[in-house]
């Protein structure tokens, strides 16, 4: 299983840009990076996804660094409502997902 | 058009007891898969259904066992129930067979009481 570090916690004020990062340095070359959140209650959101370029969607930017070994989730303006616990996860063969402990995001009014 | 849907929301069972826990998938997906996740911890694979066979199978011992019908929805059973199982019950479906780009989509979860 291919492995992803994250940081426990992070805290944002609200409005402000959000950068949760995360390192996989033992991604393979047809990994596709996942981020997904969790609302306390809820199963796991889909946020976004992407192979080796940078991806934006209307939920958040994904960057992948050029050796594919860390990438970041931007959140453009943290709202109270991204207050979720963040997972990276690697996704290669089969339909699994790894997931990790994940970051806590506390979005500061 | 009706996301993943499971069932009961919440349980409570006593100790050796049996369970049996339900999802229904996202309409036009094929594969469910079944994760538990322990408060605090990040969701742990169980195993996944296809064609109403287990394909994968995570690191879970065989007090728990699954079931997938004709229609793709699935059962997840665990027998002989110790305080250790309580957890929330996370189901997800997909498309079997797609590419490691595809997303899982998760239903709500039930939250297993073991007393």
């Known amino acids: 299983d291919a492995k992803t570090t994250q940081p426990n916690s992070m805290e944002s004020n609200e409005e402000e840009p959000v950068h949760l990062p995360c390192n996989h340095s033992t991604i393979s070359g047809t990994d596709y990076i996942h981020w997904y959140r969790q609302l306390p209650s809820q199963g796991p959101e889909y946020v976004i996804h992407g192979l080796t370029s940078n991806v934006n969607n209307r939920m958040a930017s994904l960057a992948i660094a050029e050796d594919r070994k860390s990438s970041t989730l931007i959140l453009h303006r943290a709202t109270l409502r991204d207050a979720a616990v963040y997972y990276c996860i690697l996704r290669g063969t089969g339909n699994q997902f790894y997931f990790g402990t994940g970051t806590s995001l506390t979005v500061i009014p | 058009d009706a996301g993943v849907t499971q069932s009961p929301t919440h349980l409570i069972k006593t100790r050796g007891q049996q369970v049996t826990l339900r999802c229904s998938p996202k309409?036009?997906?094929?594969?469910v898969s079944w994760y538990q996740q322990a408060l605090g911890q990040g969701p742990q694979f169980i195993f996944q259904?296809?064609?109403?066979?287990?394909?994968q199978r995570g690191n879970f011992p065989d007090r728990f066992s699954g079931h997938q019908f004709p229609n793709y929805s699935s059962e997840l059973n665990v027998n002989a129930l110790l305080l250790g199982d309580s957890a929330l019950y996370l189901c997800?479906?997909?498309?079997?067979?797609?590419?490691?780009?595809?997303?899982?989509?998760f239903g709500p979860g039930t939250r297993l009481t073991v007393l």
């Open positions: 997800a479906s997909s498309l079997f067979g797609g590419s490691s780009a595809d997303t899982q989509y």
């Open positions: 259904y296809y064609e109403e066979e287990e394909r």
């Open positions: 309409s036009g997906h094929d594969t």
